[in-house]
């Protein structure tokens, strides 16, 4: 639908100022997040105690698809032999793997001379972002050219975050609704091509959400205005 595309997301090295548009939007994402708690035994006691140590980072995993092959005037700068998946998009991502010597250490400590892998950031839109390190990278080539050149790729990539809570992308509030319905809570930016995103995890099925709701200018959304999200068909 014309004027309904969804923002490409991107990976920013902060150090650097380098990034990587993804040449897919993730279909999904995941976060984790786990804390430290000590058991302390006590006597007579049918339950021991615990004691609260702190907080582990949270964590966003994610699959990227790449491919150069089904799009050739994009995977080539002649427009015919698609690039090496590679060289065009992946590679750049596993250099914010690699340690520079000259990055100081995160906790500001003088002593540290080892250098350390960038700081990254994953951005989607105007206000999801997530400050972390790249932690774990897993590529998966799946077509090749006839000389073995890699064409098409999936990553699955491993963020940890960096900055404290305040910092994680926030989270649109939904509520029940009668028969399994869900209500969305419009935040500035949100389209209805981003919201059956996801919702439904197809920007396509907008539609429905517009029939639900009566829209009539399904491009003008009111920051706070209550959505009913229809289950989908």
């Not at 790249?134 to 999936?154: A, M, N, Q």
């Amino acid at each position: 639908m014309a004027g309904m595309s969804l923002t490409t997301a991107i990976i920013r090295d902060d150090d650097h100022g380098n990034k990587v548009e993804c040449m897919f939007n993730p279909k999904e994402y995941t976060f984790s997040k786990q804390n430290t708690w000590t058991s302390k035994e006590r006597k007579g006691s049918n339950l021991a105690r615990f004691d609260f140590g702190s907080g582990k980072p949270a964590t966003l995993q994610m699959q990227l698809f790449f491919d150069t092959y089904s799009n050739i005037k994009n995977g080539s700068e002649d427009g015919g032999t698609p690039k090496d998946v590679r060289k065009a998009f992946t590679e750049a991502i596993w250099d914010m793997m690699k340690v520079d010597t000259h990055l100081p250490d995160l906790g500001g400590s003088a002593k540290h001379k080892k250098g350390r892998p960038p700081i990254v950031i994953f951005q989607w839109g105007s206000t999801w972002t997530f400050k972390a390190v790249i932690t774990s990278i897993k590529e998966h080539f799946t077509l090749f050219l006839s000389d073995g050149t890699p064409v098409r790729s999936t990553l699955d990539v491993t963020f940890q975050q960096v900055q404290d809570k305040q910092d994680l992308p926030p989270t649109n509030p939904t509520s029940g609704g009668v028969g399994g319905e869900r209500v969305w809570t419009v935040s500035e930016g949100d389209t209805l091509a981003w919201i059956a995103y996801k919702e439904y995890g197809d920007p396509s099925l907008w539609r429905s959400i517009a029939d639900a709701n009566k829209l009539t200018r399904v491009r003008q959304l009111i920051p706070g205005m209550m959505l009913e999200i229809p289950n989908a068909r």
